[in-house]
């Protein structure tokens, strides 16, 4: 009876670990081939996919000086606890193509009010930025104690 016990407890054990260890680490190997020190300015201009390579940190503003309807590609960065992009800026009107890459943990990014929702690291959504104004976007795979700070602004002007 002794053994039994012993059994399920070290089964249960290994169940939670496991559960717990995909929260905090990233086995994903796949490369992340950004180089360069973006400061987080996207400078796409009309009709064209702006450059955006580098750390992608803070604000993501895109360059369409005559108006919505051109095209704009951001790549977020994800870890525990943040996004490397508390806010991204698009004009209304623009294509938007959304990468989100795990840097560390495992991690989703959704804006509900464009019905996004990527949960695969290196997934893509796209969508057309038709609505003005400021969205949230948040992680959307629950990653631990600081998953409720995982959240953003989409800005469509």
Do not use: W, Y
């Not at 180089?35 to 503003?61: E, I, K, R």
């Not at 938007?96 to 997934?123: Q, R, S």
């Amino acid at each position: 009876m002794k053994i039994r016990k012993l059994l399920m407890i070290a089964a249960l054990a290994v169940t939670v670990m496991g559960t717990a260890a995909g929260c905090g680490s990233s086995n994903d190997n796949d490369a992340n081939n950004n180089t360069g020190a973006n400061t987080g300015t996207n400078t796409g201009t009309d009709n064209t996919v702006g450059n955006n390579a580098g750390t992608n940190a803070g604000t993501n503003t895109g360059g369409n000086a005559s108006g919505g309807g051109g095209e704009k590609s951001f790549t977020v960065k994800a870890k525990n606890f943040e996004f490397d992009q508390p806010e991204i800026r698009v004009k209304q009107g623009d294509k938007v193509k959304i990468t989100l890459n795990n840097a560390e943990g495992f991690h989703g990014f959704a804006i509900p009010d464009f019905n996004v929702d990527i949960k695969e690291n290196n997934g893509t959504a796209e969508f057309t930025a038709d609505k003005a104004g400021e969205h949230e976007f948040q992680c959307s795979v629950v990653c631990g104690a600081g998953h409720s700070k995982m959240v953003g602004k989409l800005i469509v002007e």
